[in-house]
C-alpha cells in the first residue's frame, strides 16, 4: 500500500493511526504469513474496495481487509528463509543439500536480535523444506548446527538459537553451559559431552574446575537414582583421566556405589547402552567371587542388547557350559523371557554359539516363544511393535527350524496355541499357519474348521450382542491380564514341576485364552436385529409362535436372536432344536423335535410378530 492509500484507510478509520508502519508494509510484492492461509505473497491493492489481493499457496486472487490483516498477517522481511525460497530458490535448494548449518545461520539473520526460539527456528525451516522431508533432515543437520562456533544451541525447545557476535568453540560452549546449570544430570550429560569434542585435541577452558563440579554432583546430588550416580562417577572418572587426575582420589568410587550385589538388578535396568560391557566388568572388579551368580541374575531379567552383552560376558570368562545348563534348566521351567529368545533364535545358526544353542532349538522353544508373545501382548498399553513375534513373521526358516524334531501331535497343539494367541493379526496367523502346514498337511484341518464355523451369519439382539461384548472386554483387559500376572508371580517360586500355583494358573490361562477366541468368533459372526423383518406369513426370527402339542397341550414361544433364550418365560433362541425346526414353517405345519432320547411333534396354530407385542 502506497502512503495515499494508507492515509485514506487511517481518514476512515482513525483507530488505524498505531497500525501505520505495518499498513505500509503491506505492499505489493511483499511476502507474509497468515495465521490462517498460511504464506503467501500479496499481488496487488484495490483502490475501490480498499482490499489487499493476496495469493495464498492454496488460495490465489484472495481479497482481504488491511484493517482485519493487521493482528493476522505477518510481513517477512526480504531476507527470511521463506522468502528467499520464493526469490532464491537455487541458493536456498543448495544450503538445503550442502550446509544445513549455514541456511540456520541465514535463517537467524533475519530475526531481530539474530535470535528465535527453537519452535519458531524448526516450523520456518520444515515449512522450507518440506513436511515430509524435515524430520530426516532435520535430525542429521542438528548435529552440524551444533558443532559450529557461530551458533548457540538451546537446552530447551522454548530457548532460543543466538547467532553469536563472536564465534565461539563446541568445548567452550560446553564449558559455558556446564557453568550455567545447576543440574547434576545436565552436568553429567555435558562433561560427556566435553570428553566427546575433546578427542586429542587441546581442550581449552578449566577442566579441572569442570572436574570439581562434576565430582560434587556426583556425590552430593540428590536428584540422581543409583544408575545415573554411578554413570557420573563413570564420565567423572574419564574425564579425571583426562586431565591426569587420580580417579583413586574421588569419592565415592565406581566400586563403592555397586557394592550391594542386590543393587545390581535395579541400577542395570537404567544404565545407558554404552556403560553396559564396563558395568559387567565393574561387578567382576568389585565381587570376584559373586560375579558369574550376578551376571545370570541379570541375563534372566535383561533386555535389549544388555542381553548379548552379558551372555558374551560369561562367554569369555570361561562360563559357556554353566550358560548353556542355565538356559536349558529355564527352558524347562518356562523362565526364558523374551530378549533372551529373541538373542537365541537370532544366534541359532551362529558358529560361535552352536555347541550352547544346539539342545534348544526345539518345538518346546517355540511354545516358550508363544507364551512370550502372548504374555507381552496382553501387558502392552498400546499397539507397540513385539520384537519376538516380528522375528517369528520375518525369519522364514524359523518356525521350519523349531519344529524339526516335532511329532504331528506337538505341531498341531503349537498350531493351536498360535491361533490362540493375542501378539499376532489373523493374517499374519494364517501365513504362520501357512508354514506349519508345508511341514505336517494334517493341520489343514485347523483352517479349514476355522473357515467353517465363521460362514454363518449369528442374528442377535443389541441386548444380547452388548452383553456379550462386556463379557468379552472383561476377559480380554481384566482376567486374562490378572491370570498373566498370576503366573508370573508363580514361575518366581521355584521348580515348576511341584508348583501347584503354577499349574492352576496355567490351567486357568487355557480356560480364559478358549473362552476369548470363542467369543472372538460369535462376535465376528453376529449381525444385530431389532427383529422388524419378521412376518405372519411364516416363522422367522423374530416370531412369536402358538403351538399345540400331540397331546393338546398348548405353549407360546418367542423366537428370537442367538443369544436371546429366557426359558422360564418360553423365549428361545433359533439357535435351539425346537427354534431350527419352527423356522420356515407356516401356520398349520406340523414339526418334530427329538430332544434327547424324546420325541415330540408340534402344530403350528397361529404366527405373530415379536415386534408388534412391545
Known amino acids: 500500500m502506497n502512503s495515499e492509500a494508507v492515509s485514506a484507510l487511517i481518514a476512515k478509520n482513525p483507530s488505524l493511526k498505531a497500525s501505520k508502519a505495518q499498513l505500509e508494509a503491506m505492499e505489493p510484492g511483499s511476502y507474509g504469513t497468515h495465521r490462517s492461509w498460511g504464506f503467501g505473497q500479496i499481488k496487488s491493492y484495490d483502490e475501490a ?11 490465489a486472487g484472495h481479497p482481504m481487509d488491511p484493517a482485519f490483516c493487521i493482528g493476522t498477517l505477518q510481513i517477512l522481511p526480504a531476507n527470511h528463509l ?21 541456511l540456520v545461520v541465514e535463517g537467524l539473520l533475519s530475526y531481530p ?4 526460539t527453537a519452535i519458531e527456528i524448526e516450523i520456518t525451516l520444515a515449512q522450507v523444506i518440506g513436511e515430509e522431508k524435515f524430520k530426516k533432515w532435520w535430525s542429521a543437520a542438528k548435529k552440524a548446527v551444533a558443532k559450529d562456533p557461530r551458533i548457540a544451541v538451546p537446552a530447551k525447545k522454548t530457548e532460543c538459537y543466538v547467532l553469536r557476535e563472536v564465534p565461539v568453540s563446541a568445548e567452550d560452549e560446553i564449558i559455558e553451559q556446564f557453568n550455567g546449570t545447576r543440574s547434576a544430570r545436565r552436568r553429567i550429560a555435558l562433561a560427556e559431552d566435553l570428553i566427546a569434542a575433546s578427542g586429542s585435541k587441546e581442550v581449552k577452558g578449566d577442566l579441572k574446575a569442570i572436574l570439581a563440579g562434576l565430582a560434587e554432583s556426583v556425590k552430593d546430588s540428590n536428584q540422581l537414582d543409583a544408575a545415573e550416580r554411578l554413570y557420573g562417577a563413570f564420565v567423572r572418572d574419564t574425564l579425571a583421566s583426562l586431565v591426569g587426575v587420580d580417579i583413586a582420589t574421588l569419592s565415592p568410587s565406581q566400586s563403592e556405589l555397586i557394592a550391594n550385589v542386590r543393587d545390581l538388578v535395579a541400577i542395570s535396568e537404567k544404565i545407558p547402552v554404552q556403560f553396559q560391557a564396563r558395568f559387567l566388568d565393574l561387578i567382576k572388579d568389585t565381587h570376584p567371587i559373586e560375579y558369574r551368580d550376578a551376571a545370570f541374575t541379570l541375563l534372566k531379567t535383561s533386555q535389549g542388547k544388555f542381553t548379548t552383552e552379558c551372555i558374551n560376558f560369561l562367554v569369555e570368562n570361561g562360563h559357556s557350559e554353566e550358560l548353556a545348563a542355565a538356559l536349558k534348566r529355564w527352558q524347562i521351567e518356562q523362565n526364558l523371557r523374551a530378549p533372551v529368545l529373541l538373542w537365541i533364535v537370532k544366534n541359532r545358526h551362529s558358529k560361535k554359539f552352536a555347541k550352547l544353542l544346539n539342545d534348544l532349538i526345539t518345538p518346546r522353544l517355540l511354545s516358550a516363544i508363544f507364551f512370550a508373545i502372548d504374555y507381552e501382548a496382553l501387558q502392552a498399553a498400546s499397539a507397540r511393535r513385539i520384537p519376538l513375534a ?34 499376532f493379526e489373523e493374517l499374519t496367523k494364517k501365513s504362520l499357519l501357512a508354514r506349519f502346514i508345508k511341514i505336517f498337511p494334517g493341520i489343514q484341518s485347523i483352517v479349514a474348521k476355522d473357515a467353517e464355523s465363521t460362514e454363518e451369519q449369528l442374528l442377535v439382539s443389541r441386548e444380547s450382542y452388548e452383553s456379550k461384548r462386556v463379557e468379552y472386554e472383561t476377559i480380554v483387559s481384566k482376567k486374562i491380564p490378572e491370570n498373566s500376572k498370576a503366573i508370573a508371580v508363580a514361575r ?12 492352576m494358573a496355567k490351567q486357568d490361562q487355557t480356560v480364559l485364552m478358549a473362552q476369548k477366541s470363542q467369543l472372538e468368533k460369535e462376535l465376528s459372526r453376529a449381525r444385530i436385529t431389532d427383529f422388524k423383518e419378521a ?12 403351538v399345540t402339542s400331540a397331546t393338546g397341550k398348548q ?23 425346537l427354534g431350527l425346526a419352527l423356522l420356515g414353517k407356516k401356520t398349520g405345519d406340523t414339526v418334530k423335535v427329538k430332544i434327547g432320547s424324546s420325541e415330540e411333534t408340534y402344530t403350528v396354530k ?5 415386534v408388534d407385542s412391545l
Do not use: C
Open 555 to 577: 405353549a407360546r414361544y418367542t423366537l428370537l436372536g442367538a443369544w436371546d433364550s429366557v426359558p422360564e418365560k418360553n423365549i428361545l433362541s433359533y439357535k435351539t432344536p
Open 390 to 423: 516380528d522375528i517369528l513373521s520375518e525369519d522364514t526358516d524359523l518356525i521350519s527350524d523349531l519344529l524339526s524334531t516335532a511329532d504331528p501331535e506337538t505341531a498341531r497343539d503349537l498350531a493351536n496355541a498360535l491361533m490362540l494367541n493375542q501378539g
Open 82 to 102: 521463506l522468502v528467499r525460497k520464493q526469490t532464491e530458490p537455487d541458493v536456498i535448494a543448495k544450503l538445503i543439500a550442502n550446509d544445513p548449518a549455514q
Open 606 to 610: 397361529s404366527i405373530g410378530r415379536y
Open 49 to 59: 474496495s480498499q482490499k489487499l489481493i493476496i495469493d495464498f499457496q492454496n488460495k
Open 535 to 546: 412376518t405372519v406369513e411364516q416363522i422367522s426370527v423374530g416370531s412369536v409362535v402358538e
Open 113 to 116: 536480535n539474530n535470535a528465535a
Open 492 to 503: 518366581e517360586h521355584g521348580d515348576l514341576k511341584e508348583n501347584s500355583e503354577y499349574k
